[in-house]
């Protein structure tokens, strides 16, 4: 029907080991299994770009922090409207070490995009949300996904939102500091980038535009806010204001999942959000 197609989301972990070259692939049928397609998803350990998240190191691995682990997507569009399908993760060992998938999810998002990412600079997956990436970090030539979501921002997380500290914690565009505590049900994204690999990983910032964002009675009190998935919490970014389009510190993050618009909830009946006035 010409919208957004299903999306496929996971997470990988990977360390390698010498030059072993382990494989991930994901596969779809829709026969029972009876036979496959080729793969949607294809990464090995020493391809551009790797299965690897962290750096080779000897012993037996397990995923010890947040950064370990990269997030995935693969579009699924080839099977938008089936009613019956089966996905396959193929893993082939090479003799390296091993490899975790985690948060498996298939999500139909209100907008979808992607943009090559090819040299620093710019990138635009989709109206309303620019990435701009600096000239150090993890390997260029991959595709940035942005997948943009409306309506209630789930979570699982027993802390929404890390506590930012009023004295040393980022700063919203008017430079007060505060820890938000609602994002902006209009617009979420969830995003990832393909060869976000061995650290270190590619930096950037992000800006978002939120002239037409509704419920904003003081954009100079909102921030950017990130989180790793939705079992984390959403963390306050610095974030400064021009022409209605609030932006991240230049160079400031690295890695990818979820990024929103967040503030405080004005005293209302209202469940939009509402930038403070306090």
Known sequence: GGGPPPLLHFFVAHQPFST???????????NGGATWSGPLYDKRTLGTPSLATVAAAPGEYSPAATA???????SLNTYAGLSNISIAFLARSGFGDNCFID???IVT???????PVNTPGGAVPMSGITFDF?????????????????????????????PNDPTTG????DGSRFTPNVVSG??????????????????YSVSI????????????????????????????????????????????????SDFGVASTVARSRSKRLCARCA
């Open 170 to 173: 980022a700063t919203a565009p």
């Open 186 to 203: 209009d617009r979420w994204w969830t995003v990832t980038y393909s060869h976000d690999a061995i650290p270190p990983r590619n930096t």
């Open 109 to 115: 998002p209100t907008d979808y995009g992607t943009s």
């Open 20 to 30: 072993a070259d382990d494989t991930l692939q994901v596969v779809v049928s829709t």
């Open 103 to 105: 948060n498996v999810s």
């Open 134 to 162: 600096t000239g150090s970090g993890g390997p260029f030539g991959g595709t940035l996904h942005s997948a943009r979501f409306s309506g209630a921002v789930p979570t699982t997380a027993a802390v929404p939102f890390a």
């Open 68 to 74: 370990d682990w990269r997030h995935e997507t693969v």
């Open 209 to 256: 535009d939120v002239q037409t964002l509704p419920g904003v009675t003081n954009a100079s009190k909102l921030y950017i806010v990130k989180r790793a998935d939705q079992s984390a919490s959403w963390v306050a970014l610095t974030t400064s204001i021009s022409v209605g389009v609030l932006s991240t510190t230049a160079g400031g993050l690295s890695g990818f």
